[in-house]
């Protein structure tokens, strides 16, 4: 099976924009992969925060945005606060009803 | 309100096998599949398989397949995931996900179960 994969960490300045992107070790993401992300606390279960590509989850900011980005799915976050760090994960469906998490990224704001 | 319960959590041996359940409650619960999600100690999130509460219909990623199975009991919305043949390696906290209405993320979580396995 393909692996999903994401940046193991990333840094962003408060107030600042961070972009991370969830590929796959062979081939290209695109909608059909039904790319969503969720963020997670330590301790805590996954948040959804969007779902589809680029729809926002219910009550979730709109700092937070999704988006292709050439060969990779991508969530953006602009105006950083601290308490967006944390673990964001991807998710992509991989065809025939099976799902596959990429391995997280670890956003510290700082 | 909705919402997804879990089982409290779980000690076992190696070799044994272990029973999570996930209760659905403020929604109708065969109109959405439940997904199970593994984490490990400090690892990522896994995704095991899902189950099909209106009918029953499951299915499992390939590393699962043979120890693992999914029921559910529709007169009391619960889905159980049973894991047999245990190692340390399955020492994580289980997690159930509600499908969202796409069908192709998962909206609702429920608390997270710690399985753990230890001689």
């Known amino acids: 099976q393909t692996a999903v994969t994401q940046e193991p960490s990333f840094s962003v300045s408060p107030g600042g924009t961070v972009t991370l992107t969830c590929g796959l070790g062979?081939?290209?993401?695109?909608?059909?992969?039904?790319p969503s992300w969720y963020q997670q606390t330590p301790g805590q279960a996954p948040r959804t925060l969007i779902y589809?590509?680029?729809t926002r989850s219910s009550g979730v900011p709109d700092r937070f945005s999704g988006s292709i980005l050439g060969n990779k799915a991508a969530l953006t976050i602009t105006g950083a606060q601290a308490d967006d760090e944390c673990d964001y994960y991807c998710?992509?469906?991989?065809?025939?009803?099976?799902?596959?998490f990429g391995g997280g990224t670890k956003l510290t704001v700082l | 309100q909705v919402q997804l319960v879990q089982s409290g959590a779980e000690e076992k041996k190696p070799g044994d096998s272990v029973t999570v359940s996930c209760k659905a409650s403020?929604?109708?619960?065969?109109?959405?599949?439940i997904h199970w999600v593994r984490q490990a100690p400090g690892q990522g999130l896994e995704w095991m398989g899902r189950i099909n509460p209106n009918n029953g219909g499951s299915n499992y990623v390939d590393k699962f397949q043979g120890r693992v199975t999914m029921t559910r009991d529709t007169s009391i919305s619960t889905v159980y995931m049973d894991l047999n043949r245990l190692t340390s390696d399955d020492t994580a906290v289980y997690y159930c996900a509600r499908d969202g209405a796409s069908n192709m993320y998962f909206q609702l979580w429920g608390q997270g179960t710690l399985v753990t396995v230890s001689s």
């Open positions: 998710m992509l469906y991989m065809g025939s009803a099976i799902w596959a």
């Open positions: 589809a590509t680029n």
């Open positions: 062979s081939g290209s993401v695109s909608t059909s992969h039904y």
């Open positions: 403020g929604y109708t619960f065969t109109a959405y599949y």
